[in-house]
């Protein structure tokens, strides 16, 4: 769905704006390519023509938002991409404590720590620390995951306010990615009060076979859930018991990093 609507992107608007928006396009699919992308490969996965796809990649490069590699002739993500892209978190100082708490979690845990954030119907990963076990979760700063079938994006639904998250739940369309994952609306919603109710989130190998996830929200001084802390790991290694174990480690650490930036727990 989400690659369908980047491609329609570049169809929309005119003139400037229309530039504007297939550019942006294209920073998309740079950024979600590490290795980077040909000329063709771009145009064809947006739509564009390849004389417009390389006008476009010209002037992103003028002002250091791509770069092509001399060699191989691929184009990839600038330095002034990642500057832009750095200053979302630099104006955060939650981030900072919250990777503290995740570098703590991984220590006392000894499975690898995450932190989301919501971005539409996805979480998108910030941060990761990964434990040193041979087997581990590996979650790309950048990449995304559907909410209703992670632990952090059933974290960050859950402490939204009761009318919110009824309705986002009853509004349905949630994609089977797993045999396990929950996609009947009453069931999405069972689900996130049990998250309320439990204080942490759990994916129970519902966005992927063989690996169990825990999450609980960060909230800001006015109670809003700004981010998700989670601890997972191989499904082999996560017992029923340990994955309530970790779920009080990932609540406690949540909580710890709340209070430390002068969060609030929403009333209801």
Known sequence: MQNAARGSAGKRGSGPVQSLDRGLDLLERLAAAPGGLSLTELGRAAG???S???RLLRSLATRRFARQDPETG???VGVTAFAVGSAFTAGRDWLSTARAAMRDLVERAGETANLAVADGPEAVYLSQVECDQP??????????????????????VAA?????RRRWAAGGGFARITAKTLTDPPAVAADLEGTRRRGFAVDDEEHAVGLRCVAAPVFDAEGRAVAALSLSGPAARISDARLETLGRLVQEAAAAVTTEIGGVPPTA
């Open 48 to 50: 564009l023509a390849p």
């Open 52 to 54: 417009t796809a390389h």
């Open 74 to 76: 691929r184009w990839t």
């Open 135 to 156: 087997m581990r979760a590996f979650a790309r700063p950048g990449s995304r995951v559907p909410l209703h079938c992670s632990a952090v994006g059933k974290a960050l």
């Open 160 to 164: 939204r306010p009761a009318a919110e």
